[in-house]
T-cell receptor
């Protein structure tokens, strides 16, 4: 069975400092992994996805994530946080079975302080 | 480009009443998914349609829940005899249908059962 664990429920950073949101996954086969962001009162938006191509994946708004099979991790990073990055972030693994049933982590709430 | 739309955005109902939600996917997308998100948690898969065929239902989807996609376009999710535990955000997503494709989410319908 597939699952994801987001290691931090809350992360707080200062504007302009790096962001690191941690995610570990469990999968019985080569997974597809995603990061989605959810701003208050807005729908889920895809930040980036890994689908067995390059292990370093670049997404929107300066975010990137690195797939590390040996560590079963898919951490999300950004070099410099912006106030607009404050939101809930979800690490997601594809459930497989020939279609993309998504399995979400519990989420990490990112706060960005001036 | 119109994204996934959901109606209504908010619904307040009394326990025991029936409610119905609608989802309009992106027009050329043949896969449609329903998820449920409770406070402080990540979304959980409920059910999935390929065109008009409902191909999988989660164990979360009790007998009081029914979903349809009659013409392979819009979908409805009905909850009969609502309970307070049904209070949640109900999310709809759609995708083109290729393997490892991206799911695009609607803004959700927030249900409160009093």
């Amino acid at each position: 069975a597939q699952s994801v664990t987001q290691l931090d429920s809350h992360v707080s950073v200062s504007e302009g400092t790096p962001v690191l949101l941690r995610c570990n996954y469990s999968s019985s086969y080569s997974p597809s992994l995603f990061w989605y962001v959810q701003h208050p009162n807005k729908g889920l938006q895809l930040l980036l996805k890994y689908t067995s191509a390059a292990t370093l994946v670049k997404g929107i708004n300066g975010f990137e994530a690195e797939f590390k099979k040996s560590e079963t991790s898919f951490h999300l990073t950004k070099p410099s946080a912006h106030m607009s990055d404050a939101a809930e972030y979800f690490c997601v693994v594809s459930g497989g079975g020939g279609y993309n049933k998504l399995i979400f982590g519990a989420g990490t709430r990112l706060a960005v302080h001036p | 480009d119109t994204g996934v739309s959901q109606d209504p955005r908010h619904k307040i109902t009394k326990r025991g009443q029936n409610v119905t939600f609608r989802c309009d996917p992106i027009s050329e997308h043949n896969r449609l998914y329903w998820y449920r998100q409770t406070l402080g948690q990540g979304p959980e898969f409920l059910t999935y349609f390929q065109n008009e065929a409902q191909l999988e239902k989660s164990r979360l989807l009790s007998d009081r829940f029914s979903a349809e996609r009659p013409k392979g376009s819009f979908s409805t999710l009905e909850i009969q005899r609502t309970e307070q535990g049904d209070s949640a955000m109900y999310l709809c997503a759609s995708s083109l249908g290729a393997v490892e494709e991206t799911q695009y989410f609607g803004p959700g319908t927030r249900l409160l059962v009093l």
